[in-house]
């Protein structure tokens, strides 16, 4: 098992799209972070709240994070190498398992390199504007870890989109549409259903108190629970599935 997740790391280091992913990440993060920072009001900056979804922009990773784990998965198929590697490693499980395990440990870098750079430029604009910083030791404990743990389980999630849909354009839009359009419209007008979805769970992973969402702990164990059954639905979809 430990040979086939250091093959799938392999994989996704090798390949300029993880390239292009990680440049992109950087360039997002840091214009959503200097908008952020130097667009809002000063009065709206100095409180806890839009101090706290200031430096959590790091979560932006969690989309690259899920786009690297459903490439993972989908150019294999796109490109027919999935063949070689279900016949070096019969039990397909297995290798969902090592590209899920694979996902999750790109998504770390991502997500603490992300992270960093909103706690860098969060911190630099406020202070530049002369804005108290009213965020102390325990919040940032608080929602730090929760940011980077939030772009990890996205990275599984990612893996498990791609091994289902398969197709990569189908699966790439299909995932965009959900977070961008889906989940916001259902949180926006059904509250009670919209804060179990996968990005509202984070918002609440990452210690964010906006009205509706969930406490951070039940945060977590949603979006653990997605990663989990997004991932058993991959690996019984690839065990009943050919592959042509």
Not at 5 to 24: C, D, M, W, Y
Request: avoid cysteine.
């Amino acid at each position: 098992m430990i040979a086939q997740v250091r093959a799938e790391l392999l994989k996704i280091r090798s390949t300029r799209t993880t390239v292009g992913l990680v440049l992109g990440m950087v360039a997002l993060a840091l214009l959503f972070g200097l908008l952020a920072g130097l667009l809002t009001k000063a009065g709206h900056l100095g409180a806890k709240e839009e101090q706290r979804s200031l430096l959590t922009d790091g979560s932006v990773a969690g989309i690259f994070a899920a786009l690297a784990g459903v490439l993972l998965v989908t150019s294999e198929f796109r490109f027919g190498t999935i063949r070689p590697t279900f016949l070096f490693t019969p039990r397909r499980w297995r290798v969902i398992a090592a590209k899920v395990v694979a996902s999750m440990l790109a998504g770390l870098v991502f997500g603490v390199i992300a992270e960093a750079i909103a706690l860098v430029v969060g911190y630099v604009t406020l202070d530049a504007r002369g804005i108290p910083f009213v965020l102390d030791a325990h919040d940032l404990v608080r929602f730090v870890p929760g940011t980077v743990a939030g772009v990890v389980l996205w990275g599984g999630i990612g893996v498990g989109v791609g091994a289902v849909v398969r197709n990569q354009v189908g699966a790439v839009i299909g995932l965009l549409a959900w977070g961008f359009i889906v989940e916001n419209l259902l949180f926006a007008f059904v509250p009670s259903i919209g804060r179990f979805t996968p990005g509202e769970a984070q918002n609440a992973l990452m210690g964010l108190t906006t009205r509706h969402l969930l406490a951070q702990a039940a945060g977590g164990g949603v979006l653990v629970a997605w990663t989990v059954a997004v991932a058993a639905l991959a690996v019984a979809a690839t065990a009943r599935r050919d592959v042509s």
